[in-house]
């Protein structure tokens, strides 16, 4: 059965909230206990504000990432007049693209140092496989357990396409490219030559 269609990241966050709680054997109840537990009290009880979803995931063991991520071909309206499909709000979430074309340099501009590390993006590839690695591996033999041939069929052919590499081609034909490595190696040579140039004027003074 197809989920209800989310409107905001809010309607997302308690869904997902709640099938985890599900997952889990668990009660809002137990949620505010585990809360207590860690020593947070909620801001509010009627609204869940930013601290409080922070709180959730930490004491429940995922991201906040995880609790906001829509489902696929989902129409979310992060407002009234910024309204876009599920796949570009998760990549939006992670920090990955803007949500509008128009804001690509506003959005790169704010990218912090660590964002731009080749070694720290490197690492959070690597994390990233494997963790992806290791809930395949979870997800495929947990429906093996509950006999669930779909789900097994669906889960054997993500696994099969991990890595792949006409699915990297695919996803890379995808993917625009605003910026290509040739006006990357363009600006470190402008960048050289800036250097080169400042360096003796700094040296004579």
Not at 11 to 20: A, G, H, K, Q
Not at 44 to 67: H, I, K, R, Y
Not at 127 to 140: F, V
Request: charged content about 30%; some cysteine.
């Amino acid at each position: 059965m197809a989920k209800e269609q989310a409107q905001s990241l809010e309607d997302v966050f308690n869904r997902n909230l709640d099938e985890l709680l599900i997952e889990r054997g668990l009660e809002h109840r137990d949620l505010l206990d585990l809360l207590e537990a860690a020593k947070y009290t909620p801001d509010t009880p009627a609204t869940v504000l930013l601290n409080d979803a922070v709180a959730m995931a930490a004491v429940l063991g995922v991201s906040p990432w995880q609790l906001l991520v829509p489902t696929e071909g989902e129409s979310i309206d992060i407002t009234p007049g910024i309204s876009v499909d599920g796949r570009l709000t998760t990549f939006w979430l992670r920090g990955l693209a803007p949500l509008r074309k128009e804001d690509f340099t506003d959005f790169c501009r704010a990218a912090s140092l660590d964002d731009l590390d080749a070694d720290r993006v490197a690492e959070l590839w690597v994390r990233a496989e494997r963790t992806r690695t290791a809930g395949l591996a979870l997800a495929l033999n947990e429906a093996i357990e509950n006999k669930d041939l779909e789900d097994v069929k669906v889960l054997s052919e993500l696994a099969s396409r991990l890595l792949d590499q006409q699915t990297l081609e695919r996803a890379d034909s995808r993917v625009p490219r605003p910026v290509s490595g040739p006006e990357l190696d363009a600006a470190v040579t402008r960048a050289t030559r800036f250097r080169r140039q400042l360096v003796p004027r700094q040296s004579n003074r």
